[in-house]
C-alpha cells in the first residue's frame, strides 16, 4: 500500500523513524522494520538550517526505493520545501509532510508537492497553534503535530501537545474531512494510547521501535 489516501484514519498506523536505525546497514534496517509489520517508514530529512541538526537527503530515500515497498513518508524540516518537492517524489517518496513555518507560503508548497504526485502533510512546531493549520485542512491529507522539538531523535515525548492534538481531530471531525493526524516524536507503548485517545491515528516512533530488542513486538505494543 503505497498511497496515504487509501489507508483508513480509523486504524492506528505505525510509521518508524528511520532516524534511529544504525545507518551503517540501511537496506537491512529498513527490510528488518517492514517484517515487523511497519505500515510505512517514516524519513527524517533535516538541512541544518530549519533545524539544527543534518540527516539525509535525496540520494539515500532513492537508493532505499529500489529495495523497499513501503510507503515513503517523508518529513522535511527544511527551508525551502517547495523547492525540493519534485525532487523528492523522483527519489521516491510517497508522501511529503513539510512544517508550516519553513518559510514558503503554505498554498505554494501544497501545489508544488500535488504536482509531483505526492500526498500532503503540514507539521506544526510545538509553539505553533492548531488554528494555523486551519486554512489548510481541506487540502491536505495529513497534520504532523510534533511532540518534541524538531531536530533529533530520542527526545521526551512532551504530554501538553495533546490538546493540540485534539483540537486538530476535532475540527476535521466538524468538517467531515478524511484527515490523518500523525504525532512525532518520543513516542512509545507508555503514551501510545494517550495519543490515539488524543485524536491521533499515525504514530511515528524511531527510538521505541528501532532500538527495541524485537521490534515486531513493539510496533504490535504501539497498535494494542
Ligand atoms: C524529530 C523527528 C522524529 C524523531 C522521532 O525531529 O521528526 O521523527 O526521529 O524519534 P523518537 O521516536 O526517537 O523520538
Ligand atoms: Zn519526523
Known amino acids: 500500500m503505497r ?3 487509501e489507508l483508513s484514519n480509523q486504524d492506528i498506523l505505525v510509521s518508524p523513524s528511520l532516524l534511529a536505525a544504525d545507518f551503517g546497514r540501511l537496506a537491512e534496517e529498513v527490510k528488518r522494520i517492514a517484517d515487523a509489520g511497519a505500515d510505512m517508514l517514516h524519513l527524517d530529512v533535516m538541512d541544518g538550517i530549519f533545524v539544527p541538526n543534518i ?3 535525496i540520494p539515500v530515500i532513492a537508493s532505499l526505493r529500489k529495495i523497499s515497498g513501503l510507503l515513503f513518508d517523508t518529513h522535511l524540516m527544511i527551508a525551502h520545501p517547495a523547492r525540493y518537492a519534485e525532487a523528492f517524489a523522483k527519489a521516491g517518496a510517497d508522501h ?3 512544517h508550516l513555518e519553513s518559510g514558503d507560503p503554505a498554498e505554494e508548497v501544497i501545489s508544488a508537492i500535488r504536482a509531483a504526485g505526492c500526498t500532503v502533510g503540514i507539521s506544526l512546531k510545538p509553539a505553533t497553534p492548531a488554528e494555523a493549520v486551519f486554512p489548510y485542512l481541506d487540502k491536505v491529507d495529513m497534520v504532523l ?5 524538531p531536530g533529533f531523535g530520542g527526545q521526551k515525548f ?9 483540537a486538530v481531530r476535532e475540527e476535521i471531525r466538524k468538517r467531515g474531512l478524511t484527515v490523518h493526524v500523525q504525532v512525532d516524536g518520543g513516542i512509545q507503548e507508555g503514551n501510545a494510547l494517550l495519543c490515539r485517545d488524543s485524536g491521533s491515528n499515525i504514530l511515528v516512533a524511531g527510538t521505541s521501535v528501532f532500538r527495541a530488542p524485537d521490534a515486531a513486538e513493539a510496533i504490535a505494543g504501539l497498535k494494542k
Request: proline share 4%.
Open 55 to 57: 540527516s539525509f537527503g
Open 96 to 98: 511529503l509532510t513539510f
Open 158 to 166: 512532551m504530554q501538553d501537545m495533546m490538546p493540540k492534538v485534539r
Open 145 to 149: 503535530i510534533m511532540t518534541v522539538e
Open 3 to 5: 498511497n496515504l489516501k
